[in-house]
């Protein structure tokens, strides 16, 4: 059984930072791309992609709204994705959601809240 367990969000203030993890177990994680996803206030469904990282870290891509902000990660050994969010802002709030790519593995959602 795939189960996808992430750690991190919480509260910050803005200009601050966060790291997310993600990691999978019931399946073998070095073939599939990673990648996070936030769903927005008030929004349904996991939302809009945030970053992917392809297998081996071989390419990542990233929304334009946190290119140069944020930085996904993956430790094949640990089975592990991070999300590491830096200068964060109010509308970076809403729930996160990690996604083995191309499947349909979803982690449990992690809320992050910016906010003075």
């Known amino acids: 059984q795939v189960e996808v367990v992430q750690s991190g969000g919480g509260l910050v203030k803005p200009g601050g930072s966060l790291r997310l993890s993600c990691t999978p177990s019931?399946?073998?994680?070095?073939?599939?791309?990673m990648a996070w996803y936030r769903q927005a206030p008030g929004k349904e469904g996991r939302g809009e992609s945030v970053?992917?990282?392809?297998?081996?870290?071989?390419?990542?891509c990233y929304d334009v709204a946190v290119k140069g902000r944020v930085t996904i990660s993956r430790d094949d050994a640990e089975n592990t994705t991070y999300l590491q969010m830096n200068r964060l802002r109010v509308d970076d709030s809403g729930m996160y959601f990690c996604?083995?790519?191309?499947?349909?593995?979803w982690g449990q959602g992690h809320q992050v809240s910016v906010s003075s």
């Open positions: 019931g399946l073998t994680f070095t073939p599939y791309a």
């Open positions: 996604h083995v790519y191309g499947t349909w593995y």
């Open positions: 970053a992917r990282i392809n297998i081996r870290g071989g390419e990542t």
